[in-house]
């Protein structure tokens, strides 16, 4: 079974300043991929970045990056600029690897980020 | 943009009561998943479907529930006989499956509250 840990219950972030969400998960799949969802409080799911465990690079897309650290398996999500519409929930959620055909997530916990303005 | 769509948004129920939620999944999609939310807590994996049957299932999901995709469409979950702690939000989710890295699109989820 996959255990995914976010450590961080809450945080708040200056609006346009960056922020980091922690993750770190324990998986025993030699291909995986990592998911980071945004839940607003609206209550969707909305998917913002992927990055597979065989990726050289980091993943980036828009405002949002991930620092992913396969040895410590970390995959830390930053948003650049936070934007008053960051204020959410996000979910780390550890999958099956690319081109996996059907794609079992397993949420974290969550972190709740507030941005002030 | 396509995307996930689920009815009700909204359903309130009595103990015992059967419940059926429904969704559209994106078109060109061909695997199919339900997860719940209970009130404050994480989103947990119940099912998913590939090709007309369940290609894997939680813990969770016991003999009370079951999914079916009964037209070309819709993909359903059915809870016989709701209890207390049914109480969540219901979100359906599909996926390419094949092309892509098998990111999953939400629909915006159906609350059932169990009285």
């Known amino acids: 079974a996959q255990k995914i840990t976010q450590t961080q219950p809450g945080m708040f972030v200056q609006e346009k300043e960056a922020v980091t969400l922690d993750c770190t998960y324990d998986?025993?799949?030699?291909?995986?991929?990592l998911f980071w969802y945004k839940q607003p409080s609206s209550g969707e799911m909305i998917f913002l970045i992927y990055?597979?465990?065989?990726?050289?690079q980091n993943a980036t897309e828009g405002r949002y990056s991930l620092n992913f650290q396969k040895a410590r398996k970390s995959a830390n999500l930053v948003i650049s600029a936070s934007q008053l519409g960051d204020s959410a929930m996000y979910f780390c959620a550890p999958g099956r690897g690319i081109k996996a055909a059907g794609n079992k997530l397993t949420f974290g916990g969550g972190t709740r980020v507030l941005v002030k303005p | 943009e396509p995307e996930v769509t689920q009815t009700p948004s909204h359903q309130v129920t009595q103990m015992g009561q059967e419940v059926i939620l429904r969704c559209v999944p994106i078109s060109n999609h061909l695997y199919f998943y339900w997860y719940r939310q209970i009130l404050g807590q994480k989103v947990e994996f119940l099912v998913s479907f590939y090709n007309n049957e369940i290609s894997e299932k939680s813990e969770i999901f016991d003999d009370q529930f079951s999914v079916e995709r009964p037209d070309g469409s819709n993909f359903t979950l059915k809870i016989r006989s709701t209890k207390l702690e049914d109480s969540a939000m219901y979100f359906c989710a599909s996926s390419e499956g094949f092309k892509t890295a098998g990111e999953l699109f939400f629909g915006e989820g159906s609350r059932l509250t169990v009285l």
């Open positions: 998986t025993s799949d030699p291909s995986y991929g």
């Open positions: 990055q597979g465990s065989y990726d050289q």
